[in-house]
């Protein structure tokens, strides 16, 4: 090696290894679960008109809805169900219900599904849910021509352990 080379090569070393932390560093931000972006964000802020003119409706049809999620069970299938009930308080019945839900700690990781009518105005399904905290469960209820759309958070449990363990002390 040539007298002199020596900090050349530390510089290209030392900014070769900020290259590879720096793609380190994206790989573990890109792949972390609990980061999450608003899918379609800029189609969603163009249409915001439509959004405001959604919830003008929502609250002109007088619609409400409860969401629960069932207790958590070892199966790692777990049941949301919706309640729908039209202005004058009575069950929705004969809606198509469409649902996403997503576990707040880990936001990236989405679940969506149809509901099935259940019951008068209880629509349900059964996803893969076993994180317990709160959930964001939205809903998009189509009845006719009309159109119901909104979010409420929720809180999953899990199921109490068997009785049979010991008592601690």
């Not at 649902?99 to 707040?104: E, G, I, L, P, T």
């Amino acid at each position: 090696m040539k007298a002199g080379m020596g900090w050349p090569i530390g510089v290209a070393t030392i900014l070769a290894c900020t290259v590879v932390a720096n793609v380190v560093v994206m790989r573990i931000a890109n792949d972390d679960p609990s980061f999450s972006v608003e899918p379609d964000y800029y189609r969603k802020a163009v249409n915001f008109d439509a959004t405001m003119a959604q919830e003008r409706q929502n609250l002109s049809l007088g619609w409400g809805f409860d969401a629960a999620i069932d207790s958590i069970g070892t199966s790692g299938r777990t049941r949301l169900a919706v309640r729908l009930r039209d202005a004058s308080q009575s069950p929705l019945i004969g809606a198509r219900v469409a649902v996403m839900a997503r576990f707040n700690a880990r936001a990236n990781d989405t679940l969506t599904a149809l509901l099935t009518e259940e019951g008068p105005g209880v629509y349900a399904a059964t996803l893969p849910i076993t994180h317990s905290g709160e959930w964001e469960v939205r809903v998009d209820a189509t009845h006719g021509s009309q159109r119901f759309s909104t979010s409420a958070r929720v809180t999953a449990v899990h199921a109490l352990a068997a009785a049979t363990e010991p008592a601690r002390r």
